[in-house]
């Protein structure tokens, strides 16, 4: 059993920020139960371009407001507690805040803490090693 908090994790390697979010990363591949689950933060006032080449995401907005849009379409979807919005098809989208807006995402296959978006918004596929650990008796 794992119990992590999200104090637990504040100002550590799973504390990734960038100049438009901060994402708490609670599970990830290390834990090698097939997804990763994220608190993110997305600030206000800031535009953030992503595209999940090779990610499936869920995301469960549980406070503030933005605006999703599908930047393949061109359709835009209002975000605000409650709403989730999955990235099935791996959408194109932008992300713009109009207040800061904190997440909760789940990723398949699961992230490994050490993405960072590329200038096309993508996470690279990042597979962790497997080790394997002596048992002493």
């Known amino acids: 059993m794992i119990v992590r908090s999200l104090a637990d994790i ?52 549980i406070e503030g407001e933005a605006e999703l849009t599908n930047a393949e379409t061109g ?14 098809g791996h959408e194109h989208h932008i992300m713009r805040p109009i207040t800061d807006i904190r997440t909760i995402c789940v990723f398949n296959p699961p992230v490994t803490g050490r993405e960072v978006h590329d200038d096309n918004g993508v996470y690279p596929l990042i597979v962790e090693e497997e080790t394997t650990q002596e048992v002493s008796a």
């Open 75 to 88: 359709e835009k979807h209002h975000i605000v507690p409650g709403t989730m919005y999955l990235l099935d």
């Open 10 to 61: 504040t100002e550590t390697d799973r504390d990734v920020k960038a100049a438009t979010w901060r994402s708490k990363r609670l599970v990830l591949a290390k834990e090698k139960v097939g997804f990763s689950l994220h608190e993110t933060v997305m600030y206000a006032g800031t535009e953030t371009h992503m595209w999940y080449a090779n990610h499936i995401e869920a995301v469960l907005c």
